[in-house]
């Protein structure tokens, strides 16, 4: 349930921007980027192969390198 949450939310702020597509490796992908939605033990495992992807992350206050916190989606809106 959360996950969907997450996944909701961040498809919600960024479908303004541009349309969204869904991926092979990696939750969502926009432009030429591709983005991983999950929680603050989100691991960027699963699309670390991908050269312009990013881990979208619940829970945390400040990203670091490619891990990006969730909460700021909210400001494109």
Known sequence: ?????RE???ANQLSV???L?????GDFGLLDH???VGGKN??????KHVEKSFVV????EIGYQHKIPLWLF???Y
């Open 34 to 36: 591709v983005f991983e």
């Open 17 to 19: 921007i541009h349309p």
């Open 8 to 10: 909701s939310f961040f």
């Open 21 to 25: 597509r869904y991926v092979d490796d």
């Open 74 to 76: 909210g400001f494109l």
């Open 57 to 60: 992350a619940d829970d945390i």
């Open 42 to 47: 989100k691991t960027a495992k699963q699309v």
């Open 1 to 5: 349930m959360t996950g969907n949450m």
